[in-house]
Antibody, heavy 121, light 112 residues
Framework: QVRLVQSGAEVKKPGASVKVSCKSSGYIFTHYVIHWMRQAPGQRLEWMGYIFADSGYTRHSQNFRDRITISRDTSASTAYMELSSLTAEDTATYYC??????????????WGQGALVTVSS | DIVVTQSPLSLPVTPGEPASISCRSSQSLFYSNGYQYLDWYLQKPGQPPQLLIYLASNRAAGVPDRFSGSGSGTDFTLKISRVEAEDVGVYYCTQSLETPYIFGQGTKLEIK
């Protein structure tokens, strides 16, 4: 069955970086796009960016400027999201989700379980 | 950016009764391929979101047929024909026409 399994919770100090992983199984990794979203406590979901698993092409929200790096390792069927210069406002649960490259539209049919990142001094 | 706005934000419903959530977009979500780029998700407490409806009116795999989506252009609706206890959670619409993909504020459905 399709699974996206994310790395565990992290506690970081302000100014540090965090790297969250998302390991896929049960499908052909390179046939999909991996998106990253986050959700601050009690807030709506926020789209952060994506990576085409085949080509490695990425795009991200301008809200993150140059703080975000999305990458993938096709040999491990794993995508990564690194966020730098963390502040307390980055405290959130971070999700990965997949989206078909070939199907029309962009919709997320499978999600990771989420990774809580807490930024605190 | 294309913004989507949901209403109501809170929706108390008696089991067995219908429910409806509205989602309005700041721009048309119609694409030249004929599809409306609007999707619906349900986030149950303590869980990641799950896809309910994609491209405005297509039920995702495994979603009960009491859920239906409709609408076009800038106005969309999610309907639940008969609410069940397992339907509690926060419902989000999102536009997928262009980045950044923006989610609505969420509609919290609770059982009366």
């Amino acid at each position: 069955q399709v699974r996206l399994v994310q790395s565990g919770a992290e506690v970081k100090k302000p100014g540090a970086s965090v790297k969250v992983s998302c390991k896929s199984s049960g499908y052909i990794f390179t046939h999909y796009v991996i998106h990253w979203m986050r959700q601050a406590p009690g807030q709506r979901l926020e789209w952060m960016g994506y990576i085409f698993a085949d080509s490695g092409y990425t795009r991200h929200s301008q809200n993150f400027r140059d703080r975000i790096t999305i990458s993938r390792d096709t040999s491990a069927s794993t995508a990564y999201m690194e966020l730098s210069s963390l502040t307390a406002e980055d405290t959130a649960t971070y999700y990965c989700a997949r989206d078909s490259i070939e199907a029309p539209g962009t919709y997320f049919d499978y999600w990771g379980q989420g990774a809580l990142v807490t930024v605190s001094s | 950016d294309i913004v989507v706005t949901q209403s109501p934000l809170s929706l108390p419903v008696t089991p067995g009764e219908p429910a409806s959530i509205s989602c309005r977009s700041s721009q048309s979500l119609f694409y030249s391929n004929g599809y409306q780029y609007l999707d619906w998700y349900l986030q149950k407490p303590g869980q990641p979101p799950q896809l309910l409806i994609y491209l405005a009116s297509n039920r995702a795999a495994g979603v009960p047929d009491r859920f239906s989506g409709s609408g076009s252009g800038t106005d969309f609706t999610l309907k639940i024909s008969r609410v069940e206890a397992e339907d509690v959670g926060v419902y989000y619409c999102t536009q997928s026409l262009e980045t950044p993909y923006i989610f609505g504020q969420g509609t919290k459905l609770e059982i009366k």
